[in-house]
């Protein structure tokens, strides 16, 4: 496995893999891996020939009072689980190689609408720091396959979107979440949380199990969102959304909608937690 910390170093050994005729997968991450992570890594392993993996903590990303600060920084950890994994290329750029002119007068690439509700009222901010980063290092690896987890609905599909609108050559590959055996998503934020907060975290899954299975027996939307915020809240959490949602558009679910995802994020204490299931209405 090789590090690069320049773009150049990268570029010039993925000249080298791709003058071989071989193909890559990438998954970006912003370090502190866990199983979900290693997770991305063996699909790509399974799908192409060499992955590459970046771990960059992207300050485009985050707003002002968010925890870019104290995002966990793991490098030798991380380093170390890919190294045994078997991922043939780490790139690990600064501030200075991503935004060398500063990111306040970098080019930013935005997704209109899709990226508006959700995590994007309440962060309005992340998206455009998050299509940013990601339509650079695409263009960086330029590979076959980009993989994501599925955590991440509402960036997934913004990340879908981007990648179909600018005609970038990557094929976009989602993967399901990754659970604790209680159930909980697995994020690098879930360090954050106390012991006794850890104990409560599996809720918000349970609660998105339960609001499935109302819906499914025909509980109106917004009858089964009520019921979960009331039941989140009574659980120590404060619920910043929780939405029943086309699973195309993530607009507000209608009744000719078949497809659905419910959508949420909570803060547990100081810790943001976020989790979705789908569901299909046959």
Partial sequence: MKVHHTIESLQSDLLTIKKAGKTTAFVPTMGNLHQGHLDLVKKGLSLADSVIVSIYVNPLQFGANEDLSTYPRTLDDDLFALKELGAA???????????????????KVSVPKLGDRHCGASRPQFFGGITTIVAKL??????????????????????????????????????????????????????????????????????????????????????????????????????????????????????????????????????????NIELSLK
């Fill in 89 to 107: 290329h780490v790139f690990v750029p600064t501030d200075e190689i991503m935004y060398p002119e500063g990111k306040e007068v970098h080019s």
């Fill in 138 to 275: 695409f263009n960086i690896v330029q590979a076959d396959i980009s993989i994501f987890g599925e955590k991440d609905f509402q960036q997934l599909a913004v990340i879908r979107k981007m990648v179909e609108d600018l005609c970038i050559s990557t094929k976009v590959v989602g993967i399901p979440i990754v659970r604790e055996d209680d159930g909980l998503a697995m994020s690098s934020r879930n360090n954050y949380l106390s012991s006794d907060e850890r104990m409560i975290a599996p809720t918000l899954h349970q609660t998105l199990l339960a609001m499935k299975e109302k819906i499914l027996e025909g509980v109106e939307y917004e009858k089964a969102e009520t019921d979960a915020i009331d039941a989140l809240n009574n659980k120590g959490f404060v619920v910043d959304y929780l939405n029943v949602c086309n699973s195309k558009s993530l607009e507000p679910a209608t009744s000719s909608d078949k497809e659905l995802v419910i959508l949420a994020a909570a803060m547990l204490g100081k810790t943001r937690l976020i989790d």
